[in-house]
């Protein structure tokens, strides 16, 4: 259906995006920043802590609000991570990053209730199946690509952008993502009419 296309294509560009702050973000704070290896490694649990606060967030707006509005922001947010690294200064930046994944660190509990909302319980198995490969495609391109851009330029910067603009794309992609419309049952609407 067009809500599972455009959902997953979200959630793909997303994915791009992401892998710049969870593969990226060690060798962007010690090779660009300066940090040392023990610092990163501070700031990495610090992500992982807020990212963990985001599953109960998440967790109870989910009952509260649009699956896809759950799903933009939570994009939103991991948008900025990215940018954030590279606009701010150091350490703005890092402050940014932890702060935002508190609301961009749900992507585990939004995904499968947004196909679960969308299609319902009793396909989920499919329809996640369906759809776990080409998400994957997508975290195995964007460590690729952060990597060769970083290659070609010595910098991080460029790579970021480019995530960070992905992710703001995925995020307003999701806000189109809306329930599909059910087809009448011919066996029941024949009884009825």
Request: charged share 10%.
């Amino acid at each position: 259906t067009r809500t599972f296309w455009v959902t997953v294509g979200a959630m793909t560009l997303v994915g791009l995006s992401a892998s710049a702050a969870v593969i990226h973000l060690v060798p962007f704070l010690t090779m660009q920043e300066g940090m040392s290896a023990q610092g990163a490694s501070i700031v990495v649990s610090l992500r992982f802590g807020a990212s963990s606060v985001s599953r109960l967030v998440w967790g109870f707006a989910v009952e509260r609000f649009a699956i896809n509005h759950c799903l933009a922001v939570a994009f939103l947010s991991r948008a900025v991570h990215p940018l954030a690294l590279v606009l701010l200064p150091y350490p703005f930046n890092v402050v940014v990053l932890v702060a935002t994944s508190v609301t961009g660190g749900g992507f585990q509990v939004l995904q499968p209730m947004a196909f679960a909302n969308y299609f319902g319980r009793r396909n989920s198995g499919a329809i996640l199946g369906a759809a776990r490969p080409l998400l994957t495609l997508a975290s195995l391109a964007g460590p690729l690509f952060i990597s060769l851009v970083f290659d070609l330029t010595g910098t991080f910067n460029l790579a970021f952008f480019v995530a960070g603009g992905l992710g703001i794309m995925g995020g307003g992609l999701v806000l189109l993502a809306t329930p599909p419309q059910k087809k009448a049952d011919p066996v029941t609407k024949s009884a009825t009419a």
